[in-house]
C-alpha cells in the first residue's frame, strides 16, 4: 500500500491545472507525463508542475509504460476516443464530466473497460467532497424526512473567448457543462425521475445557452437551472418533511452546509483538501491499489444513468450533437 499511483494528464487547459494543484497533495500519487498536441506547451506545463515527462502527442504519453492512470481533460467531444484508447494500451483511465456526448459513447468506454479489465471513472469530483458524502448520509437516514423538493443552479456569465462554450462541434453547451451538476444533485438524492420537462435558449451556433429543468417524481420534484447567460449564487436546497438542508456556495464545490430543522439551525462543516479534487483522486488510487475496475461511490452504472438523463434533457429541447447521428443504431 506505499506504492504511489503513476498519473498521465491528457489535455492540459485550466481544469488539468486546477486538478495537478491538487495531485500533489495527495500522497499516494505523483505525476509522470503530460501531454499536449502543441508540445511546446506541454513543457511549459511539465516545467511548471514538476513532471517527469511530456509528451507532443496522446499517444506518446499512453506508451508511457510507467503511467498507471490516465485523466482526460480534453473537450468533450474527445472523451471517448481518448478513453478507449487509454484502455486499449492499458492504462486505468479517469476522465472528465461529461464523461461522453451520448449514453451510447458512454456504453463503448464502459465496454473497453470491461474487455480490457481496467480501471474507468467519470471525474465527476463533487460526488467525492466529504461534505456531499455527509449530506447524501444525512437524506437516507431519514433526519430531514422524506425528501419533498431540490433546487439547485449553476450559472455564470461566460467569456466570449472561451470558444468550447459555444462550440457545437466540442461538445458546447451549459448543459453538459455545467447542467450536468444540478442534474448529478438531483439524480444523488432523488433518483431517476418519472418525466422530465425542459426549456431552453440558444446560442447562434445552436449550442443551449441556458435550460431550466424540471424532474417530476411520484413524490417530489427538482427544479434545476444552467446558464452561461447570467451568475447566478449556485446554492443548493434539499427539503423534506421533517427539515431542510441548504448548501452553502458554490454547492458544488461545498465544504459546508446548514440544517434547519425544529425551529433550529445548524451550521455543519466538513473541510475539503485543496480544491476538492483530491477525494476523487484519492478514491481512484485506492481503487487501483485493491484492484477494482469502477468506484462503488460513482459506478459505471451511476454514469450510464447521469448521461441517460443528460441525453433525455437534450432531447426535450431539441439539442443533437453530430455524436448523435454518428453514434444511432440507425
Same mark, same amino acid.
Given at each position: 500500500?506505499? =506504492? ?24 499516494? #500519487? ?6 499536449? &498536441? ?7 506545463? #511539465? @516545467?511548471?508542475? /514538476? *513532471? ?41 483511465? +479517469? ?28 471525474? +465527476?469530483? %463533487? ?18 424526512? @422524506? ?16 470558444? &468550447? ?28 425521475? @418519472? ?38 449564487? =449556485?446554492?443548493?436546497?434539499? *427539503?423534506?418533511? $421533517?427539515? @431542510?438542508?441548504?448548501?452553502? *456556495? ?28 483530491? /477525494? ?7 481503487? $487501483?491499489?485493491?484492484? &477494482? %475496475?469502477?468506484?462503488? +461511490? ?7 444513468? +447521469?448521461?441517460?438523463?443528460?441525453? #433525455?434533457? =437534450?432531447?426535450?429541447?431539441? $439539442?443533437?450533437?453530430?455524436?448523435? &447521428? ?5
Amino acid at each position: 500500500m506505499n =506504492r504511489k499511483i503513476k498519473w498521465g494528464i491528457i489535455g492540459l487547459g485550466k481544469i488539468a491545472q486546477k486538478f495537478v494543484n491538487d495531485l500533489i497533495l495527495v500522497e499516494t #500519487a505523483e505525476l509522470e507525463a503530460v501531454a499536449s &498536441r502543441d508540445l511546446a506547451k506541454a513543457e511549459a506545463f #511539465a @516545467e511548471t508542475n /514538476h *513532471s517527469k515527462k511530456f509528451y507532443g502527442t496522446y499517444e506518446a504519453l499512453l506508451q508511457d509504460k510507467l503511467v498507471d492512470i490516465v485523466y482526460i481533460a480534453t473537450p468533450h467531444n474527445s472523451h471517448e476516443r481518448i478513453a478507449v484508447l487509454a484502455l486499449k494500451h492499458q492504462k486505468a483511465v +479517469l476522465c472528465e464530466k461529461p464523461f461522453a456526448i451520448n449514453q451510447q459513447q458512454v456504453f463503448n468506454m464502459i465496454e473497453a473497460s470491461k474487455k480490457n479489465n481496467l480501471f474507468l471513472m467519470e471525474a +465527476l469530483w %463533487t460526488r467525492f467532497l466529504p461534505a456531499i458524502k455527509k449530506i447524501k448520509n444525512t437524506v437516507e437516514t431519514g433526519e430531514i424526512g @422524506e425528501i419533498k423538493y431540490l433546487n439547485a443552479d449553476f450559472s455564470f456569465k461566460a467569456n466570449p473567448s472561451i470558444q &468550447r462554450i459555444y462550440d457545437k462541434e466540442l461538445g458546447g453547451g451549459s448543459i453538459l457543462d455545467i447542467g450536468i451538476y444540478p442534474i448529478f444533485l438531483a439524480y444523488l438524492i432523488l433518483g431517476i425521475p @418519472e418525466k422530465i420537462i425542459a426549456k431552453a435558449h440558444f446560442f447562434e451556433s445552436g449550442a443551449d445557452s441556458q435550460v431550466s429543468i424540471i424532474f417530476d417524481y411520484k413524490n417530489a420534484q427538482a427544479v434545476l437551472f444552467s446558464s452561461f447567460n447570467s451568475n447566478s449564487k =449556485r446554492e443548493a436546497k434539499i *427539503s423534506g418533511t $421533517l427539515g @431542510e438542508i441548504m448548501i452553502d *456556495s458554490p454547492w458544488n464545490e461545498a465544504s459546508t452546509f446548514t440544517l434547519f430543522k425544529d425551529n433550529k439551525e445548524e451550521k455543519i462543516s466538513f473541510p475539503k483538501t485543496g480544491k476538492g479534487f483530491t /477525494h476523487q483522486i484519492e478514491e481512484c488510487n485506492l481503487c $487501483l491499489l485493491e484492484n &477494482r %475496475t469502477e468506484s462503488c +461511490l460513482w459506478s459505471h452504472q451511476n454514469s450510464l444513468e +447521469l448521461i441517460t438523463l443528460l441525453d #433525455a434533457v =437534450r432531447k426535450e429541447i431539441g $439539442l443533437t450533437y453530430t455524436e448523435d &447521428r454518428l453514434n444511432s443504431p440507425n
